[in-house]
């Protein structure tokens, strides 16, 4: 017992100095979500008004295949405008032809389209990139495409169009409002309460 009693001395001993915690919880550690990564990423998504030319690149792009579908939304849009463009509801406003294009020459052309429509208060298009069966490798303006258009903060969303509009070889945009629509818009609602 004297062993023991000694243990028990030379641990309060030791333990002399030692001060307690104030907290009694453990806080988890979160793991970063998806979301959070997701986020960034749009962050880092140039608006059409501030966008450059070469801040889409031409030297990588996630690759798809060419029968692959593209699919993206922003947070926050809603569901139902998501399925409504996703099943070609919307009426197309402007087109877009990216077929025999080079790269560089169809961004050039992608983002001209896009300022133009923009200014024009255009939300609703279609670009037709192809399938790209036959380029090496396969799906290669598509895939970039696709990369593009995710990475420009005023395209609230894309998917693959119906086939009676191209099907894998074309996709649906739907841009954010314009400034001059989102005011027109507010001068609407105040109009509609007061009057």
């Known amino acids: 017992m ?12 030791l333990m002399s100095d030692v001060k307690p915690l104030t907290q009694d919880r453990i806080e988890e550690r979160k793991k970063p979500s998806e979301q959070k990564d997701f ?9 059409l008004s ?7 690149s031409l030297n990588f792009a996630p690759m798809l295949k060419p029968e692959d579908f593209i699919e993206f939304k922003q947070d926050g849009v809603q569901d139902s405008v998501y399925r409504k463009l996703r099943l070609g509801k919307y009426e197309i406003q402007a087109r877009l032809d990216l077929h025999k294009k080079t790269l560089k020459q169809a961004r050039e052309d ?12 255009i939300r609703t298009l279609i670009i037709v990139h192809g399938k790209g069966k036959r380029s090496n490798p396969p799906a ?5 495409v696709a990369y593009w258009l995710e990475n420009i903060s005023d395209v609230l969303c894309c998917h693959t169009a119906l086939k ?9 945009v739907l841009l ?12 609407r609602h105040l109009n509609h309460r007061s009057g």
């Open 164 to 172: 009676q509009h191209g099907g894998t070889g074309a996709v649906y």
């Open 39 to 47: 986020q960034a990423k749009r962050a880092a998504a140039q608006a």
């Open 140 to 144: 290669l303006l598509k895939s970039y």
């Open 2 to 13: 004297s062993d023991s009693s000694d243990d028990l001395e030379a641990f309060f001993h």
């Open 176 to 187: 954010k409002k314009s400034v001059t629509q989102k005011q027109e818009n507010r001068e």
């Open 50 to 56: 501030e966008l450059e030319i070469d801040g889409l």
């Open 110 to 121: 992608m983002i001209r389209f896009l300022h133009q429509c923009q200014q024009l208060d």
